[in-house]
């Protein structure tokens, strides 16, 4: 089981939103209206179909788990259960059962982030945001977010990434129309500039991934064909050393020298403040 992400949730070694739950807890029933959905929800969409279908089996059997709010100045924030809150909604029921619990705002976020995460239904881009906004927050590194959730810290470091996509790439794959791997393929696409135009590639040839990786691959080494006339042909140890630099440190890196080759500068690309400090921490490892 993977272990607690934050001192204040007081779950010790280990963290389930099901063991949110305490034998002492009191069910009551407070008025629908009274609940406001988790401002912390990482969820930005609800499956029309999956609510319909909870509102029926609300209709029939009644809502037979209590949703977890907080108490707040004007009625009652949800924790955790924003499905069953809006399925009750749409089933037209005045009350709903709860059980109030003494939640900060650190701990509101914790538990929305980690009951969607559990579920494994958000889209990539929420997924996303829901590692950042966890890394970000309890300020850990991916690889210790990683450890803690039971995923590989490349699963993490993946879904972080597509978070540097432009807004209207990042809408598609929420919304289903380009999938993650799309995402990715568009992620290591060099001119960037191309980067629109090859979208609604995509969208009117209906390219897959396997398509899409091959168009890119062409594009970057028109890229690099014209990068090449610019520049002189690298020797066979710097061609060496970069390899090695890219497999120690997983990203892109390239050695560049002066004229005489006798200076030069090493470039190493990073794709978000998270991935930064990952490449930080293994430079200060190497140093000790």
Request: glycine residues 6%.
């Given at each position: 089981?993977?272990?607690?992400?934050?001192?204040?949730?007081?779950?010790?070694?280990?963290?389930?939103?099901?063991?949110?739950?305490?034998?002492?807890?009191?069910?009551?029933?407070?008025?629908?209206?009274?609940?406001?959905?988790?401002?912390?929800?990482?969820?930005?969409?609800?499956?029309?179909?999956?609510?319909?279908?909870?509102?029926?089996?609300?209709?029939?059997?009644?809502?037979?788990?209590?949703?977890?709010?907080?108490?707040?100045?004007?009625?009652?924030?949800?924790?955790?259960?924003?499905?069953?809150?809006?399925?009750?909604?749409?089933?037209?029921?005045?009350?709903?059962?709860?059980?109030?619990?003494?939640?900060?705002?650190?701990?509101?976020?914790?538990?929305?982030?980690?009951?969607?995460?559990?579920?494994?239904?958000?889209?990539?881009?929420?997924?996303?945001?829901?590692?950042?906004?966890?890394?970000?927050?309890?300020?850990?590194?991916?690889?210790?977010?990683?450890?803690?959730?039971?995923?590989?810290?490349?699963?993490?470091?993946?879904?972080?990434?597509?978070?540097?996509?432009?807004?209207?790439?990042?809408?598609?794959?929420?919304n289903g129309d380009l999938?993650?791997?799309?995402?990715?393929?568009?992620?290591?696409?060099?001119?960037?500039?191309?980067?629109?135009?090859?979208?609604?590639?995509i969208k009117k040839e209906?390219?897959?991934?396997?398509?899409?990786?091959?168009?890119?691959?062409?594009?970057?080494?028109?890229?690099?064909?014209?990068?090449?006339?610019?520049?002189?042909?690298?020797?066979?140890?710097?061609?060496?050393?970069?390899?090695?630099?890219?497999?120690?440190?997983?990203?892109?890196?390239?050695?560049?020298?002066?004229?005489?080759?006798?200076?030069?500068?090493?470039?190493?690309?990073?794709?978000?403040?998270?991935?930064?400090?990952?490449?930080?921490?293994?430079?200060?490892?190497?140093?000790?």
């Amino acid at each position: 089981m993977a272990k607690g992400l934050g001192k204040g949730l007081g779950l010790g070694a280990y963290f389930s939103v099901d063991e949110v739950l305490e034998p002492l807890d009191k069910i009551q029933n407070v008025k629908l209206k009274e609940c406001r959905p988790n401002p912390y929800q990482p969820r930005k969409t609800f499956d029309p179909e999956s609510i319909k279908e909870l509102k029926e089996s609300i209709e029939t059997h009644g809502i037979l788990q209590p949703i977890v709010v907080r108490k707040s100045i004007k009625g009652y924030d949800i924790v955790v259960g924003e499905r069953r809150f809006r399925a009750a909604k749409e089933a037209g029921l005045e009350t709903i059962p709860v059980i109030v619990k003494d939640y900060t705002e650190q701990q509101m976020m914790e538990l929305a982030l980690i009951e969607n995460l559990q579920r494994e239904d958000l889209n990539p881009i929420e997924e996303g945001l829901a590692y950042q906004t966890l890394i970000e927050q309890l300020k850990l590194t991916q690889e210790e977010l990683a450890g803690r959730l039971g995923k590989s810290r490349p699963h993490i470091a993946n879904h972080i990434r597509l978070l540097a996509l432009p807004e209207p790439v990042k809408t598609l794959i929420s919304n289903g129309d380009l999938t993650m791997g799309h995402g990715r393929t568009l992620l290591g696409l060099k001119d960037k500039e191309l980067l629109l135009p090859l979208v609604e590639k995509i969208k009117k040839e209906n390219l897959n991934v396997r398509q899409l990786e091959q168009i890119v691959q062409s594009l970057n080494e028109n890229v690099s064909r014209e990068t090449k006339k610019k520049e002189k042909p690298k020797d066979v140890f710097i061609k060496q050393q970069e390899s090695r630099l890219r497999d120690r440190f997983g990203t892109a890196v390239a050695i560049k020298q002066n004229k005489n080759k006798n200076k030069g500068k090493i470039e190493i690309e990073f794709y978000s403040p998270d991935d930064l400090n990952r490449i930080l921490e293994l430079l200060d490892r190497e140093s000790l």
